[in-house]
């Protein structure tokens, strides 16, 4: 069996891939936590990491300390498996963008806009043909109420994050909804991107992404293990 990780600077997503296709062993930790992965049997340890140099050398200690096998890390590419990256330096773009692209690609074919909800919230553009069209990097809704929280004297809001983007009539609901209505603006310019660039579909992924999902201003797809499919995809696994 295969432990696949797709580490972020937040969150740990996991699951274990079997020879005859995904299990239902899978889980999510934080950095304050201890791992919850399966004892035993597993052959390889497969990595798509972003997470900081100490936040990933602490989790290369978990992993060596519950397994004694290889562990592979996925790095970006500038083609693979008909996709082909836009950066001039293919290595500059997080390894997670571009395997939730390969991920995408992979099972729904070009023409489609990927949303991954996480510390930060980036989009991506893929054409008909398989070419990335380029994307956007934008701080996530917890990174926006953390700065709120720390950088503003009077402004307090708990993080516990609603979906209505009324006109708030306290401080809290006027943070928590004025997050909902950006996220809200910024599922309407993804929905205009995707009718400009002639995008057929839209897939949403990571931490925030089911929350994403109920915001899009039309049909969407939530793949919570968009990354870790297209971590198959890497290493020349079908998706399942």
Known sequence: MILQIDAGNTRVNWRVQTGSGR???SGVFDYLGLPDWPRGAIERVELASVAAKDRHEWLLQ??????????QEAATAARQNGLVNSYAQPDAMGVDRWLAML??????GGGFAVVDAGTAITVDYVDVNGVHLGGYILPGSRLVLQSLNQETGRVRAAEELGLQSTPGHTTAEC??????????ALMQRVADDCRNFSLSYVVMTGGDGERLHSLFPGEAVYAPH?????????WGREPT
């Open 23 to 25: 299990s239902d062993v």
């Open 62 to 71: 978990r992993i060596r300390e519950n397994f004694d096998v290889p562990v």
């Open 103 to 108: 991920g995408a690609h992979g099972r729904w």
């Open 175 to 184: 943070v928590h909804n004025g997050l909902a209505w950006s996220l809200a």
């Open 226 to 234: 968009l990354v870790l499919d297209g971590m198959d995809l890497y």
